[in-house]
């Protein structure tokens, strides 16, 4: 389609030295300018019309930005060597695996005896990754030895793990012990040589006076000792802070709450409660896959230290649950045979994962209501107290 701007008509020269001719063709615009009619002036040739072809563009030539190097490969974890054997003190084992791993070191637990599964001092059954002998040609940045009797003895009498720590204290690497450990398996060893230490306070006549010290914990060069279970998690973090630094000892603190309290600090107990048996207290503990192991073997320990009879029960479909930081732990039995008995106190131990998997058990759900219904005691920790919420068994002050 064709459309003529006849409407601009030419002017007087004196105003407009040029006319200006406009036509549309199309999409292409065609623009043809002349000087006014003049007898002495021929009329210019029209402009030729622009091409409707594409015109090929060509793009400016690229700049390349200099190659960035690859990206370094993270440096390897430390390696870590926790070995246990019939006896270990479960407390002081399972602190220590859960605290490195936190720290982000491979830990290998390796068991002394013919088997992986070992049952620890206060009964826990603990499985190792593996058995010692499969860990006699590695190199570790730290051998930690958890004490326990009979378990320190029984780490005393592994030619394996004795071979194994004394090639790592003649190499100057990192080698540590609590509780009976450092009396009754590296002092036969001949590893306390010139070296301060101390131990539970059972065992101290054992050490030379002269390197004896009356200390939580003790670090000696390479060596570093510490007294029981209840000085676990400095002896730990102290060594995380050996192998990491102070930074990442500090983080481990903070996100497992372990600062000490203020000697002013409150303590107030909302729903104060006193209770006494005629017997040994019956309790339940409940166990599944992701629970913190550090909450459920301290409470089974602690709990059967006071003569109570403790019901490590599994919601999982086998007896063996892995915890959240890869401890794996056996129950007693399942949920289902735990659930034919009355018990005292049943507890919930934490773990994100752990507390989820709990939660879905509806026989666990039956028992926390008969238990409350009953007049009888609940306790939960950690994220485990949700699930006292969700069954409207928590009083909300």
């Excluded at 006071?306 to 019901?311: D, T």
């Amino acid at each position: 389609m064709m459309k003529s701007l006849s409407s601009l008509r030419p002017a007087p020269a004196s105003k407009f030295p040029t006319a200006i001719s406009a036509t549309f063709h199309h999409s292409t615009l065609s623009i043809s300018a002349a000087i006014p009619n003049s007898a002495t002036q021929e009329k210019p040739p029209p402009l030729k019309q622009r091409s409707t072809k594409p015109r090929k563009i060509i793009s400016p030539t690229p700049i390349l930005a200099p190659a960035s190097p690859p990206p370094s490969s993270p440096p390897p974890k430390k390696k870590v060597l926790v070995p246990i054997g019939l006896g270990t003190e479960e407390m002081e084992a399972v602190i220590m695996i859960d605290v490195f791993r936190r720290a982000g070191a491979a830990v290998t637990v390796a068991s002394v005896e013919e088997h992986l599964v070992v049952e620890a001092s206060g009964g826990t059954k603990l499985v190792a990754d593996a058995l010692i002998s499969a860990c006699s040609d590695e190199t570790y940045d730290l051998v930690a030895l958890p004490g326990g009797m009979p378990g320190s003895a029984r780490l005393r009498d592994s030619k394996t793990l004795q071979d194994i720590t004394k090639r790592q204290a003649d190499a100057k690497r990192l080698y540590a012990a609590i509780c009976a450990a450092p009396a009754i398996t590296l002092l036969p060893w001949g590893l306390l040589k010139r070296k301060q230490t101390t131990c539970h306070p059972a065992f101290m006549d054992k050490l030379s006076s002269f390197w004896a010290v009356k200390s939580n914990l003790q670090v000696s060069g390479e060596l570093t000792t510490s007294r029981g279970p209840g000085t676990c998690f400095e002896f730990s973090i102290s060594l995380v802070e050996q192998l990491f630094g102070e930074v990442v000892a500090k983080e481990i603190c903070e996100s497992m709450l372990l600062s000490v309290a203020d000697e002013n600090s409150r303590r107030e107990e909302f729903n104060e409660v006193s209770w006494s048996l005629d017997h040994a207290p019956q309790v339940l503990l409940p166990v599944a896959n992701g629970c913190e192991e550090i909450q459920v073997v301290t409470i089974i320990d602690i709990l059967r230290r006071a003569k109570a009879n403790v019901v490590v029960a599994s919601v999982e479909k086998s007896l063996q649950i892995l915890a959240s930081r890869g401890t794996k732990i056996v129950a007693d039995k399942t949920i289902s045979a735990a659930s034919d008995s009355v018990y005292d106190l049943i507890v919930l131990p934490g773990g994100e994962l752990g507390s989820e998997r709990l939660q879905k058990s509806r026989i666990l759900k039956k028992m926390l209501k008969e238990q409350k219904s009953g007049g009888r005691f609940l306790g939960a920790i950690c994220s485990s107290p949700e699930i006292l919420h969700r069954q409207g068994l928590l009083k909300v002050l």
